[in-house]
């Protein structure tokens, strides 16, 4: 059974940084398209990056771009998103997922998902 477990959430001042992790076992990100989602409180899923191991393309929501960065480590099969410059609006709970298709900001089109961390950016 694939898993994805995403680790790094906390809590932190406005201004911070957090790197989440996402660890996969029995499915390899070196062939698919990974991504991290968030959802804040009474809000829809929205995508936040998404990296595409057949040509290293990455792409950013306009919300954190230069200040989110998303790579993989393949030799520990784990994705990460590295997030720098943290707003409050940036609070939500992160979650990971991947798929063998490209990537897409729509989530219907992730086959597998983490269960989630929760990122609070509150001073």
């Known amino acids: 059974q694939v898993q994805l477990v995403e680790s790094g959430g906390g809590l932190v001042q406005p201004g911070g940084s957090l790197r989440l992790s996402c660890a996969a076992s029995r499915f390899t990100l070196d062939y698919s398209a990974t991504a991290w989602f968030r959802q804040a409180p009474g809000k829809e899923r929205e995508g936040v990056s998404c990296i595409s191991s057949s040509d290293g393309n990455k792409y950013y929501a306009d919300s954190v771009k230069g200040r989110f960065t998303i790579s993989i480590d393949n030799a520990r099969n784990t994705a990460y998103l590295q997030m720098n410059s943290l707003k409050q609006e940036d609070t939500a709970v992160y979650y990971c997922?991947?798929?063998?298709?490209?990537?897409?900001?729509?989530?219907?089109?992730?086959?597998?998902w983490g269960q989630g961390t929760q990122v609070t950016v509150s001073s």
């Open positions: 997922a991947t798929t063998v298709r490209g990537c897409t900001w729509n989530s219907a089109g992730y086959d597998y």
